[in-house]
């Protein structure tokens, strides 16, 4: 893939669109100064120029950046730098001996759900309906490496926005949002 002024411009809007929904999720969820630190790394070079080569405008041009070159140097640069990515959320255990997921923060889950929401509104546009977030982390999630009381916080949110919307899942986030702690068997799911 080639750079190009033009669109690096997209991808600059694209990210910026993206932003400043994420901001507007995070307020309504009473994390504005999240909101506000959201995704900052995507304006250093190191992601920005390989999103602007990678930029389609449907998807993530981490993903096309992986199929290129096998991996993604912004996303490795972005999920060490972005708390609200449950990639970032990994650690050595000392018991197993190897890398193993980590339990997020709520604040962070919060993010993250603010995120997801956002980026299915932009690549999705007009079409954007609130099972989208919850289709696509369902799609991958056989193949997801999470830690699971963070998967039953993320899921039980995302269903709850499509199952009652956007209202009454941001009134719930504020209620949790100041958790100290939380298990999966607090957020089960009772499919309709």
């Given at each position: 893939m080639n750079f190009s002024l033009y669109k690096a411009w997209q991808h600059f809007n694209t990210i910026t669109k993206h932003r400043h929904k994420v901001i507007t999720h995070c307020a309504k969820a009473g994390i504005l100064f999240q909101g506000l630190l959201h995704d900052l790394s995507k304006y250093t070079p190191t992601e920005f120029m390989e999103g602007a080569r990678f930029y389609q405008g449907?998807?993530?041009?981490?993903?096309?950046?992986r199929e290129s070159r096998g991996f993604s140097n912004a996303w490795i640069h972005h999920k060490g730098r972005n708390r609200h990515h449950f990639e970032h959320w990994t650690d050595y255990d000392p018991v197993t001996k190897t890398i193993a997921p980590v339990k997020m923060p709520v604040k962070c889950v919060i993010e993250m759900f603010c995120d997801r929401v956002a980026a299915s509104k932009?690549?999705?546009?007009?079409s954007y309906t609130d099972d989208m977030p919850l289709q696509y982390f369902m799609g991958a999630k056989h193949r997801r490496v999470i830690q699971q009381d963070t998967a039953a916080l993320l899921e039980y949110l995302l269903v709850m926005l499509r199952d009652k919307g956007?209202?009454?899942t941001f009134r719930y986030i504020k209620s949790i949002r100041k958790l100290k702690d939380y298990s999966a068997k607090d957020f089960e799911i009772n499919e309709r």
């Open positions: 449907t998807r993530s041009p981490n993903e096309a950046e932009i690549y999705k546009g007009s956007e209202k009454e």
